[in-house]
């Protein structure tokens, strides 16, 4: 199969119709292509697949070379609520070298030890504890997302405080996180520290961000 029919390949995933048995015999073939990009693909489509083999798949995925390879399985694991995802995400977030793969593990961790209903006491006291050792603001992002997944009264007023961030990329992170917990009861909120950044935002794709998860705003 040649690179083209690959990405068309890859592309298909995305349909529902798409993603049999046989389709997903290719899919784990493709898992070891030696093109990064097509095996980050992998693991971003790999949701669609009902199939036993999709979490299998995926934390393979984790132990890519790549980071952006593991840092899209991570994200995928976030809809697999299992134990040994959730021990796969907290290796990961003790081992991972490359910051944003290791924020992506967070943000799946979280969502899936909200599933698994584990203690949010705990998880938010280790959380706090490791806070202030960390020095990617990615990850403190992804922890504080964390921390108002389990509760924290005061996490969302550090999520806002990231819109502030003087890394723009941090910036749209802030905002595509917020735009996830519109549906809460946090929406005026949420709504009015954004309009505040766009009145001193220059930068286009941050701009663009804010765009796509609050067209209401622009």
């Given at each position: 199969m040649d690179d083209e029919h690959k990405l068309n390949f890859l592309d298909n995933c995305f349909d529902d119709d798409f993603c049999t048995e046989e389709h997903f015999a290719v899919l784990r073939a493709l898992a070891y292509?030696?093109?990064?990009?097509?095996?980050?693909?992998?693991a971003c489509t790999a949701v669609n697949f009902i199939n036993p083999g999709t979490k299998d798949l995926l934390l393979q995925l984790t132990h890519d070379e790549d980071p952006l390879v593991r840092a899209e399985a991570y994200d995928s694991l976030s809809l697999f609520p299992y134990d040994d995802v959730e021990k796969c995400l907290l290796d990961a977030i003790e081992e991972e070298w490359d910051p944003i793969a290791r924020s992506y593990a967070i943000f799946s961790w979280a969502d899936v030890a909200?599933?698994?209903?584990r203690n949010g006491n705990d998880a938010a006291a280790w959380i706090r504890q490791r806070l202030p050792r960390e020095k990617s603001e990615h990850c403190r992002l992804a922890f504080c997302y964390a921390l108002h997944g389990f509760g924290d009264g005061a996490a969302l007023s550090d999520l806002m405080g990231f819109l502030r961030s003087r890394d723009y990329h941090i910036?749209?992170?802030?905002v595509s996180t917020l735009a996830e917990l519109m549906a809460e009861t946090h929406r005026a909120d949420i709504e009015r520290a954004?309009?505040?950044?766009?009145?001193?935002?220059?930068?286009?794709?941050?701009?663009?961000?804010v765009?796509?998860?609050?067209?209401?705003?622009?």
């Open positions: 292509d030696a093109d990064p990009y097509v095996r980050s693909q992998v909200v599933a698994l209903c910036r749209c992170a802030a954004v309009k505040d950044l766009l009145t001193r935002e220059t930068t286009k794709s941050v701009k663009a961000t765009a796509q998860c609050f067209p209401q705003l622009v």
